[in-house]
């Protein structure tokens, strides 16, 4: 089934597709828009990813495309033949996704998942009639574009490629679609087939839906059809797991809405126990929008990192649970060996190590913020030893904090109380920020000074020594090189012998 389309196809994107065809015509290489490139077209979305499926080995067209192009080659799937090229062309960051056809062009999209992904165009008919190519479209995609569905082509597509499950529900997401109902029982069905998916796999996906808006609606939904469970099986665990009376949800109930929190903080969704008031008392800047889109890894930028870690940050709470003789609840312990079991998830996962450590320092340190000051704002000791200890999580790590202060409370949250927790957040954001705008402060005493002036061995007190002073000078308390000096007396309690 073809029919003409009118499309709009920005000059830059003609300009590398043109690239692409005379590379592969020379060769005698068949190619088609497919997929998502075309789905953009119709929908009349800018994009920078481009499917193309060939006549040919995709895994040696990519390959030697990357070449060619000045790209990065990746195998994205070696038993499916699906090959990935990455470029950068005048500041815009392409990925090209090749797939091998098997059999027509009709063929190869009987066997792609939904319908709207299930059209395509002949590159050769792009490159020459630009503003009205045929399309191919042998499932009436076109017509579930227009009615905002996602329908599978087929009842196999999900056991053919259960990774599909979870790409129905981004796509939905992404384009605010609605899964057809016939197909969301199909996702119910199949949801178990998401633990054979490839961990690097189920993290592109992942990803992709933690960095839209309303983050916490779209877990929801996974959760809903059966997939979340099937991520996480360390989150199911914590269904039904109670807290202490000072918290509205059970541990499971809780974790999905610190997820809804840190939408609301971060401006991406709303938060139903609260009005605008309790969001008014957050610090907000442009600088900490910057900061919350910024990459972290492939694919991932800090905010989809905040939002996993506010998913995840009470995972150890079923094992560490304890009741004493009093009745009193507690989980000592949960956030260390949270830690350690995201650690476990996200190398399941096939998350980066820069990843990992990100999310990992959120959850080992989601408490510290609310245990800087037990009364008035902190020291400028307390907020040194924190970003000392929390690296380049530490500004997340104040969010996840306020995030989990309001699924804490829910519909009980004391406005008093929040003032109190958003004041003392954004005393620390201004701090930091004032420090890191000044000049570095001089290094006032260094290893040869231990050595030749107070004898010390290197070693761990060696290490304790110089950490101490820049901590005091930090705080302020030492500003000068006898200062300094006079501080490392004191503190190993001796005389240093006068010249």
Known sequence: MTTEVKIVIAPDTLSLLTRIHHSL???????????????????????????????????EVASRLAAGLGGRYISLDEENGVGRVVLDVAGRKWELDFTTIEGSIEQDLARRDFTIDAMA???????????????????????????????????????????????????????SFAIHEDTEALVREYAHRISDVAGERVREELLRLLVLPRGGQHLDYLEELGLLGELFPELAQTKGVTQPREHYWDVFEHSMRTVKAVDFLLREGDWEYAGREVLEAVPWSEELTGHFSREVGYGSTRKSLLRLAALLHDIAKPQTRTVEESGRMRFLGHASEGALA??????????????????????????RPTQM????????????????DTGEAGIDILFLSLADHLATRGKHLDLAHWREHAELIGYVLARHTEEEKLAAPPKLVDGHDLIDLFGLIPGPRFTELLEAVREAQAAGEVTTREEALDYIKHTLNIHLPKK
């Open 25 to 59: 015509a020379e060769r005698g290489i068949a190619a088609y828009l497919a997929g998502g490139m075309v789905r953009d077209l119709l929908l009349g979305r800018e994009t920078e990813d481009i499917d193309l499926a060939v006549a040919h080995d995709a895994l």
């Open 373 to 388: 000051s037990h009364e008035g704002l902190p020291t400028s000791r307390a907020i040194y030893r924190y970003f000392r």
């Open 121 to 175: 165009i002949k590159l050769e008919e792009i490159i020459r009639n630009p503003q009205s190519p045929a399309l191919i479209d042998p499932f009436h995609g076109q017509q579930d574009l227009s009615r905002g569905v996602i329908r599978v082509v087929s009842e196999s597509a999900f056991p053919a490629d259960p990774a599909r499950l979870l790409r129905a529900v981004r796509l939905a997401a992404e384009l």
């Open 342 to 367: 995201v650690t476990g998830i996200m190398e399941r996962l096939r998350f980066s190590t820069r990843e990992i450590k990100l999310v990992e320092l959120l959850v080992r340190y989601h408490l």
